[in-house]
């Protein structure tokens, strides 16, 4: 209620009183415009129920079937033309009811920034964060949160409500196309990281869409295909970093995923969308359809579905349109149900900040000045997600001396590759390199106008520092046999729709490193990959970064931890096998020739123990672990002391800077039950990235959600801790283990939030 004091309530009677006479003045006469009437759902001081349940109440039927079905935003001719209120070459557009003040929704992919479809070069050129996976890599949700505020302030510059980010499956298969996309394959890690993202872009009043709900986990039949996992498994492993992410960042929409799970639909999957979405974790915003993923009308709509995609694009039908009001009219689906899909809509565009903070315009370019200070944040991200796998005999730093440098293949000399698909970013600059294949989906691949070679040579103004594109083992030998450091740039790109058939480096490249490593014992390997790759040649080379895909400042990036300027401070979000022969499924499931095969994939195999739990579990020796990373300083871990008060678990210790240099170090706290029972031995349960000075020392202090010491009790339908003694470890990763403590817990039963 909008407080009027007595002095306006005077002056208002006083000009009511006076309008009879002011309007029969012949002079005066003039209509006096009918008031609007009231729109009480626009005053921005109701919360946002209240508001959704006004302007519902004011809906006519048609206007509540407006918000829910969805329009795709790119030309696919002749069978498709956007809609001509979407912005071009974007995802998608759902209308909006001026008469009520709801604006459209116009949605664009994803998780690096703006993307564009349909291979339109240079339409829309923005910045591109690294990866996801890179950004888990920095275990710093600071940065994450830093990108995810400037990707969504280019969105939201760009025109665009809905921005389709928050990818947060975990990495089960390590050949997966999207795992660059992810946040990795820990539960907790995921969870904060791309928690800490969508924060970000929600930020800047418009809707983040976590995704793709649930257990996508690879590429190969993604259409069709079904992930088998009991409800234990998944609600203790994929579902609980969505649990996770939903719960620290309050995304205002989930996309369902293309995938079955337990051979139902997961866009009309009542036991994933009503159970455990809108029941168990009481969630308030909409669910989605991934594009292409609805199946049906009221069958989506009774399991949850809230909001068809692109509904004549891709899907058979434009279900949410007219055979969702026939079903309406035949009573397949109540008026309750409609209602309730409209006002998760209504809900979400007010809660977002959309209705009050309405879209500036869609220019086709941003300011360079903008793109100029977003750069510096997707570099900083891109930094601290670069993870030093090896260092022998401390070849990085690059030393500062050399006079002599070979840098060889991955297109260094122009630019850093990025990842394929849907979330696609064009960057300034245009493509650093033209011509590859795939041309059209889900390419093209695309390198960013950010060279490596470039950032080095200007950091080395007396050196000779030569280019070889790596294509011939041989010549590139004799290069690195001819100068004093030998760089080799190896990339693979990933992306949508296809998985990788190995996890070997492509393109020859295992035969230009073992070349140019025995060229030159000071050689130093760059990957520049979606996920984990093997490295048949890591014994005979001096050192190997991962860099992922970089983003648009990543040959600054690059530069800078290769030659020391910044520390190298990024840890391995995921676990690195030594062979698929090491994977709970060493043949990835389906044939990528037989797209619309069903086949079943099990998780059970693993079940909750994905990752480095699965290797934990079976006694199996990564290649490198999850959490590994070095640092070009060194650190040390004392005075570990863990207490427990009920299921609350307290843990602190300090971290020293033994070194010489400032740097960053990951702590990371994983607990386990020393009776075991458990999918693994042991959890990721805590983290902190901290900054020291030479010397410097930092105590940390954090607590465990009490999910995280608890397995599933399907039968209470909640969490239980077991009573007993539980090991809490610190480690440098989830194999360096400095020292563990223990604490004995008293049995709790939990509810689903863990309270
Ligand atoms: C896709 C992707 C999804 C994306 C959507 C819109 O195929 O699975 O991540 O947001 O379509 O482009």
């Not at 393109?507 to 048949?536: C, F, H, R, S």
């Amino acid at each position: 209620m909008q407080r009027t004091t007595w002095k306006s309530l005077t002056l208002a009677l006083m000009i009511g009183a006076a309008i009879p006479a002011l309007t029969t003045a012949p002079a005066l006469a003039q209509a006096v415009p009918a008031a609007k009437p009231a729109q009480p759902w626009l005053n921005a001081k109701l919360d946002a129920d209240k508001r959704a349940d006004l302007a519902l109440a004011a809906m006519t039927s048609d206007e509540k079937f407006t918000v829910i079905f969805g329009y795709f935003g790119a030309d696919m001719k002749p069978k498709y033309d956007r809609h001509p209120d979407s912005r071009d070459a974007s995802a998608g557009y759902i209308a909006g009811v001026p008469r009520l003040g709801i604006p459209g929704q116009w949605q664009t992919d994803a998780g690096v920034g703006v993307a564009t479809q349909g291979t339109r070069q240079g339409l829309r050129e923005r910045t591109a964060l690294p990866a996801g996976i890179a950004t888990a890599a920095t275990w710093n949700p600071e940065l994450a949160q830093q990108g995810g505020a400037m990707i969504g302030k280019e969105a939201r510059d760009s025109g665009f409500n809905v921005q389709l980010a928050g990818g947060i499956n975990l990495m089960r298969e390590p050949r997966n196309g999207r795992n660059f996309e992810y946040g990795g394959e820990d539960p907790w890690l995921a969870g904060v990281m791309v928690a800490a993202q969508i924060r970000g872009i929600q930020s800047n009043h418009i809707v983040s869409t976590i995704k793709h709900y649930a257990l996508n986990g690879q590429e190969t039949g993604r259409f069709f295909h079904s992930t088998n996992i009991s409800d234990a498994a998944a609600r203790t492993s994929d579902l609980l970093a969505f649990q996770f992410a939903i719960e620290q960042s309050d995304p205002h929409s989930v996309m369902c995923a293309y995938n079955r799970v337990n051979s139902v639909y997961a866009c009309e999957n009542d036991w994933l969308l009503n159970t455990v979405l809108k029941k168990d974790w009481g969630y308030k915003g909409y669910v989605m359809s991934d594009w292409g993923a609805d199946h049906s009308s009221a069958k989506a709509a009774n399991a949850g579905l809230d909001q068809q995609s692109a509904g004549e694009a891709f899907d058979k039908q434009p279900w949410f349109g007219a055979p969702l009001k026939a079903d309406l009219a035949a009573g397949r689906v109540s008026q309750a149900r409609i209602d309730d899909m409209a006002r998760r809509v209504l809900r979400a565009l007010f809660a977002s900040g959309a209705v009050d903070h309405p879209l500036a315009g869609a220019p086709d370019s941003l300011p360079a000045t903008t793109l100029a200070a977003h750069a510096k944040i997707t570099q900083a991200d891109a930094e601290e997600g670069i993870v030093l796998l090896k260092n022998d005999s401390g070849l990085l730093p690059l030393a500062k001396t050399a006079k002599t440098i070979a840098v060889i293949g991955g297109h260094a000399d122009v630019g850093v590759l990025s990842g394929g698909g849907s979330s696609q970013v064009y960057p300034a600059g245009g493509r650093a390199v033209q011509g590859l294949e795939p041309a059209t989906w889900p390419g093209p691949m695309i390198y960013y106008p950010s060279s490596p070679l470039k950032a080095l040579a200007k950091r080395y103004p007396g050196a000779k520092v030569v280019y070889d594109d790596g294509t011939d083992p041989a010549r590139a030998a004799k290069l690195a046999a001819e100068s004093e450091l030998a760089l080799v740039f190896a990339d693979q790109w990933t992306t949508e729709s296809w998985d990788v058939a190995t996890l070997d480096l492509p393109k020859n490249q295992d035969a230009t490193i073992e070349a140019v490593a025995a060229a030159n014992k000071k050689t130093v390997v760059v990957l520049i990959t979606g996920g984990p790759v093997l490295m048949p040649w890591l014994d005979k080379v001096g050192a190997v970064v991962e860099a992922w895909f970089p983003g648009t400042a990543g040959g600054e990036a690059i530069a800078r931890v290769l030659t020391g300027e910044v520390d190298a401070t990024g840890r391995l979000p995921v676990s690195f096998p030594k062979s698929v022969a090491d994977l709970p499924r060493p043949k990835l499931d389906g044939d990528p020739k037989k797209p619309e095969e069903l086949f079943d994939i099990d998780y059970d195999i693993e079940g909750a123990a994905v990752g480095y739990k699965w290797y934990d579990a079976k006694k199996i020796e990564p290649l490198f672990a999850f959490g590994h990373g070095l640092s070009y300083t060194t650190f040390a871990y004392s005075n570990l002391k863990a207490s427990a008060a009920g299921d609350k678990v307290t843990v602190s210790f300090d971290v020293k800077n033994t070194g010489a240099r400032a740097g960053k170090d990951v702590p990371q706290v994983y607990v386990g039950p020393k009776a075991g029972g458990w999918e693994a031995p042991k959890r990721l349960a805590g983290f902190k990235k901290v900054s020291l000075a030479p010397g410097a020392t930092q105590r940390v202090s954090l607590t465990v959600d009490p999910r995280l010491l608890a397995t599933w009790d399907g039968k209470a339908h909640g969490w239980s801790i077991a009573a007993g003694a539980y090991d809490v470890s610190l480690g440098a990763s989830s194999r360096v283990i400095a020292s563990t403590v223990e604490v004995t817990l008293a049995a709790k039963a939990l509810s689903v939030a863990g309270k």
